[in-house]
């Protein structure tokens, strides 16, 4: 049973005081105004316990919990009437779709539990296909930076045998065109969780079919390269303020822009270390106050790396709050951008290491191939399990 707890607690309190501003009334009902909003049915026992039921979804009906009130102990079991009637508006609630779905959390870019970019992977049958709402809202309650909806094309298809797939990507906000850390999660489940035999598997995507293969206990992805040029005279001045904000008394030492991923890219000076980059404090609250996200979706940070810092090549931090993300942990998108114009300013080198300083942080493994870039990246599944809807 999922409960959240938060919100029995502070009804521990609330229910003492509105009994005795109600005259002494001990069953009450309410309601918590959060945005997400919750039903709780109260029963006061004098100053031994509160009874709490929490209303709403879960997976076993409704939850009653005796907790104690205002520094008392626990006492006696909830009404069966009150709980009878919860249970009856949980069911009515809990009968959405009726479909049990494969779920999987994906640690990407690493190869350690609770660092990298996180993402949740869906299997979709495509006989039991769900409203896209309901894919969104999904992503919502999973409030991870992305959600990856992967659907058999043929009926006959297996996940544990197809070469293709169509492919989505959800933020707890909105639906975007290309994410990586989500790909790379979705192939490692095809891989290695549901055993697809295959060496190479091809996703059907918004942004054209994309192809991923195994190279041991890593995947590489293959995606466009988007190689960002240099700021217009409206661009710049839309920027400005951006920049200002972000780098406070820095200068940068280059700017530019990705028309095709709507990122603005800032490269710090040379004399920067890895530890400056880190050490900015980054408002996303701010950035959306100073632009609406017509023209920037996501801004870039990036410094030079080199033999000193372990042979990385560069470094960068990535946040898009307009797209529901203030950072990014680690994001094989930005890399697309980040690949080829490291290649322009490192003498065209193809090869290249990336490390992303977010405070989860992301190890990266770049190849420019022609208008192509290849990443690289280990991954450790964190959750299996199954999502109810």
């Not at 005259?23 to 918590?32: D, N, P, V, W």
């Not at 006696?76 to 609630?93: A, I, W």
């Not at 992967?150 to 996940?159: C, S």
């Not at 290695?192 to 590489?220: A, D, H, Y």
Request: aromatic share 8%; proline share 5%; hydrophobic share 40%.
């Amino acid at each position: 049973m999922y409960i959240i707890l938060c919100l029995g607690a502070a009804h521990t309190v609330l229910t003492p005081y509105w009994s005795g501003k109600l005259g002494g009334k001990q069953e009450m009902f309410t309601h918590q105004c959060s945005k997400r909003g919750g039903d709780l049915d109260l029963k006061f026992r004098g100053l031994n316990a509160v009874a709490v039921a929490l209303t709403g979804l879960s997976l076993t009906g409704v939850g009653v919990l005796v907790l104690p009130s205002r520094f008392c102990e626990v006492s006696g079991p909830v009404s069966t009437g009150l709980k009878n009637r919860l249970e009856m508006q949980s069911d009515e609630s809990n009968a959405k779709l009726g479909v049990s779905l494969p779920i999987f959390i994906v640690d990407t870019f690493t190869g350690q539990p609770f660092s990298g970019n996180p993402a949740a992977v869906c299997l979709v049958d495509g006989l039991n296909d769900i409203p896209d709402t309901m894919k969104q809202s999904m992503a919502a309650e999973l409030n991870l930076t992305e959600t990856a909806i992967v659907t058999k094309i043929r009926i006959k298809d297996g996940f544990d045998s197809a070469p293709l797939f169509r492919l989505r990507w959800f933020t707890p906000t909105n639906e975007v065109a290309l994410c990586g850390h989500a790909t790379l999660a979705a192939a490692a489940v095809l891989f290695f969780c549901c055993n697809n035999p295959n060496e190479r598997l091809e996703f059907e995507t918004m942004s054209g079919v994309l192809g991923v293969r195994k190279q041991g206990r890593s995947i590489v992805l293959s995606f466009p390269g988007h190689k960002p040029k240099s700021l217009n005279a409206m661009l710049r001045k839309e920027a400005k303020p951006l920049v200002k904000e972000i780098l406070k008394d820095l200068e940068p030492a280059d700017l530019a822009y990705c028309f095709k991923t709507k990122n603005l890219l800032i490269r710090l000076e040379d004399s920067c270390s890895r530890t400056m980059l880190e050490e900015l404090e980054v408002s996303p609250k701010k950035m959306m106050s100073l632009h609406d996200g017509s023209l920037f979706i996501g801004v870039i940070l990036t410094v030079k790396g080199g033999e000193a810092y372990e042979g990385y090549d560069f470094f960068s931090r990535y946040f898009s709050p307009w797209d529901g993300i203030p950072e990014d942990p680690a994001t094989g998108l930005t890399h697309t951008v980040l690949a080829p114009y490291w290649s322009e300013q490192l003498s065209g080198k193809q090869v290249l290491h990336a490390y992303q300083c977010s405070k989860r942080g992301g190890d990266l493994n770049l190849k420019v191939r022609g208008s192509r870039v290849e990443i690289g990246g280990h991954f450790h599944v964190i959750v299996k399990g199954v999502i109810h809807l």
